[in-house]
């Protein structure tokens, strides 16, 4: 299965880089770059359980394909959201369903930083995009 141009670009950028410091940088520097979530957005309805920090997620299927927008306060968390959401972004209902995420992360070389709960956080948005995704066709 071909990566989205998002997934892509991240995997280039972050294979370009070499040591954790520089990866940490770059990490946090795709979490700046997530676009702000509405503060309507922001309820309870939409929070990932499961998760040790704050995450809002919402999601819409547009033309057959995903697009979910996601915010966290704390920068970590935040781009890993990131690097998640450009792995999905873009994906139909079925290609999110087949989504291995300890891979993706893995391929990012950033499997080794995730601790046990930031792995089970992420498990949860990803859990959270696939119940959105089979309710919301």
């Known amino acids: 299965m071909s990566l989205p141009t998002d997934a892509t670009a991240a995997l280039e950028a972050f294979q370009a ?28 309805a939409n929070l990932v359980h499961g998760c040790e920090s704050l995450v809002w997620l919402v999601g819409h299927l547009q033309d ?51 601790s046990p709960s930031r792995s089970n956080g992420l498990n949860a948005v990803l859990q959270r995009m696939r119940e959105l995704s089979r309710t919301q066709y």
């Open 17 to 44: 880089v070499g040591g954790w410091e520089q990866r940490a940088r770059l990490l946090m520097q795709w979490g700046e770059q997530l676009p702000a979530l509405a503060d309507a957005d922001k309820v309870d």
């Open 64 to 114: 057959g394909h995903w697009q979910f927008a996601a915010s966290s306060e704390a920068r970590m968390i935040r781009g890993l959201v990131a690097l998640l959401l450009a792995r999905v972004n873009g994906l139909s209902t079925d290609q999110l369903q087949a989504v291995d995420l300890p891979d993706w992360f893995n391929q990012l070389g950033l499997s080794r930083q995730l």
